[in-house]
Each structure stands twice: as structure tokens, then as C-alpha cells.
């Protein structure tokens, strides 16, 4: 139903075959879209790519590198003339309360969910501004609308991962709104518990405590993505979308 035909995008964090990002990968793809997928796994992301066919491609990005994200912008741009699509997808799960983080701990996660959320913003901003068209979405987590549903994770805290995907979340309005009059869409989305590698805790009882029984798959997710990088949703920035089976409801 919704299509990607020609647009060029960037997914962070995609390396893992069984993570998010290459699913969503595999489905804009097939939506006519040319991926690039990056990670700071280059193994695993290169073979990643390579499964998902000749319009994934694979490139090194650690996202916590303002060097690397401006190397990276400046030879997708330069190869195809345009960029239309950012998915801010990598991520580091912590799940320690404030007072068994060291800063040491705390800075690495902010490095990551958080400073690599905003690089990114900055480094595809000044293209899709110039372009009058861009659809950028940052990952924050269910955990970035109500604290209390961490019983997946059986603990009641998680101070590090909690604060910088709100702040995914608050950063993502700030800039739907600094990006607005240049038709560049900005929005957040949340998930609940997905079946990947970082859903760590007993999977059964996970699923047992959502509302719709069953935990979430990364393909739950990818759709939710194309509809957002899709011309399907041009009215819609600074939207915080759950995909969560009700976990905040
Ligand atoms: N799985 C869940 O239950 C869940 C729930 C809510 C939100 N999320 C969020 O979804 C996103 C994707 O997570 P996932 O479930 O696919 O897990 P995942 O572990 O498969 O994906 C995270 C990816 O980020 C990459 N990464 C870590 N540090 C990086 C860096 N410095 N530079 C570039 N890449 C780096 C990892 O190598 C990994 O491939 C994350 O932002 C995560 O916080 C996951």
C-alpha cells in the first residue's frame, strides 16, 4: 500500500540480522526504497546487507561520531544526489537504577541514545531542508512514555536508558519544530517489548503481561516505519507513535 519508490535512507543500528533495523531494511526496501544500513558491527552488518539484496547496501557508523556521520551524509548524498530518510535506530539497553550507574556507564548511554540521535539530526538536516522534503524517526522506547513498564525487564529502573530515550523523545519535538517550515517531517516511535537480542528477562512472562499476549516482532515495527518515510503521512511531524501490544495504554 505504501511505497519508498527512489527515496535514499539511512537506518543506524542494523547490523544484527535479528534486529529492528534490518527488518526494516528488508520492507523499504522492497518498497522501492535504496537502504543504507550502518552499525559499528561490520561482519555481521556486511552479511546483513547482503541477505537483504542488491538495494540494502552497508556502510561502518558509529553514531556517536560527528566525524563519521558528516563522512557518511556527504558520500550517500554525493553517490545519489538526495537523501530522503533517517531512521535513528541504534541503541544500548542499561538496566541499572541511578545509584549503581557510574558516570563513566551514564555517559556511554547518553553517547549513544542520545548524542547519536542528535549527530544524526544535524548531519541529514541541512540536506533535507535545503531539499523541502526529508522523513527523519528516532527510536525512543515504551519506556519513554510511562517509567513503570519495566517489569519486562524485571526491574523497576532503568536511570540511564529511561532519561536519554526521553530525551529521544523531547529532542524529536524540539527539532519537528525547528524543521517544520522546510516540510522535513520529524517523529518519535516507541516500542514495547520486541523479540530481538536486547529483550533480555523471561520471554513467556513478558508476553504474558502485555495486554495483546504476545511480545512484539521486528516487522510490528517496520511497517509502522514505512507508513512514516512513506508519502502516506506528508501532515505528520512531532507525533510520538507506541507499538507496544497496550503496554502504555
Ligand atoms: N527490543 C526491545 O524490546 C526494544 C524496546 C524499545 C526500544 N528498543 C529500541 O529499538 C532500537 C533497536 O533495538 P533492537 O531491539 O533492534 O536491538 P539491537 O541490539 O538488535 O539493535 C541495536 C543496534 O545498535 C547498534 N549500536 C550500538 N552502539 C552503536 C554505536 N555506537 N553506533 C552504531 N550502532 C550502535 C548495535 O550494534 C545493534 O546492532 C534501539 O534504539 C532500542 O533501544 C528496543
Not at 34 to 60: C, R
Not at 91 to 96: D, K
Not at 186 to 208: K, R
Not at 235 to 241: D, E, L, S
Request: proline letters at 4%.
Amino acid at each position: 500500500m505504501f511505497d519508498v519508490k527512489d527515496k535514499v535512507i539511512i537506518i543506524t543500528g542494523a547490523g544484527k540480522p535479528d534486529g529492528q533495523g534490518a527488518a526494516e531494511a528488508k520492507l523499504l526496501a522492497e518498497a522501492g526504497g535504496t537502504i543504507y544500513i550502518t552499525d559499528v558491527l561490520d561482519e555481521t552488518g556486511e552479511a546483513t546487507a547482503q541477505d537483504l539484496g542488491p538495494n540494502v547496501h552497508y556502510a561502518h557508523l558509529d553514531v556517536t561520531s560527528e566525524e563519521e556521520w558528516n563522512r557518511l551524509v556527504a558520500d550517500i548524498y554525493g553517490r545519489h544526489g538526495r537523501l530522503d530518510g533517517l531512521v535513528n535506530n541504534a541503541g544500548v539497553w542499561l538496566g541499572t537504577g541511578i545509584l549503581d550507574t557510574s558516570a563513566e556507564e551514564m555517559r556511554r548511554v547518553i553517547d549513544i541514545n542520545q548524542l547519536g540521535v542528535f549527530l544524526g539530526m544535524k548531519a541529514v538536516g541541512p540536506i533535507m531542508c535545503e531539499a523541502k522534503q526529508g522523513s527523519i524517526i528516532n527510536v525512543g522506547s515504551a519506556a519513554s512514555l510511562r517509567v513503570g513498564v519495566y517489569f519486562w525487564h524485571n526491574t523497576m529502573t532503568a536511570h540511564a536508558y529511561t532519561a536519554t530515550k526521553w530525551a529521544v523523545h523531547g529532542m524529536t519535538k524540539a527539532v519537528a519544530m525547528e524543521f517544520a517550515p522546510n516540510n522535513v517531517r520529524v517523529n518519535s516511535i516507541h516500542p514495547g517489548p520486541i523479540e530481538t537480542s536486547m529483550l533480555g528477562g523471561d520471554i513467556e512472562d513478558i508476553a504474558a503481561s502485555l495486554p495483546m499476549k504476545r511480545l512484539g516482532q521486528p516487522s510490528d515495527v517496520a511497517s509502522t516505519v514505512l507508513f512514516l518515510m512513506s508519502d502516506a503521512s506528508p501532515f505528520m511531524t512531532g507525533a510520538q507513535i507506541s507499538i507496544d501490544g497496550g503496554a502504555t495504554v
